[in-house]
């Protein structure tokens, strides 16, 4: 069975299974569990699928960044100290 969200105009997901809204990373962890999930814009009802998950993917790989400056700069300075 396909999860159905709904996409407010405010960017808002709902979830019509559940009954409440969700955020990003929910549905990015329901499609790694193998969840089918199909994204409708609630006013005009056009499939955005693709666009919200490339929104959820865009957002994870900024914090993967994030996270790698922060590591990668931690051990540069550490390094650099023990010389």
């Known amino acids: 069975m396909v999860r159905l969200i709904k996409r407010y105009g405010s960017r ?8 409440r809204y969700v955020l990003l990373e929910d549905i990015a962890a329901w499609i790694r569990q193998g969840q089918e999930v199909r994204v409708i814009d609630n006013k005009s009802a056009e499939d955005v699928t693709a666009q919200t998950l490339t929104r959820s993917s865009r957002r994870r790989a900024v914090a993967a960044r994030r996270s790698c400056r922060t590591t990668c700069s931690t051990r540069s300075s550490g390094w650099a100290r023990t010389r």
């Not at 808002?12 to 009954?19: F, G, P, Q, R």
């Open 12 to 19: 808002k997901l709902y979830d019509t299974e559940e009954s």
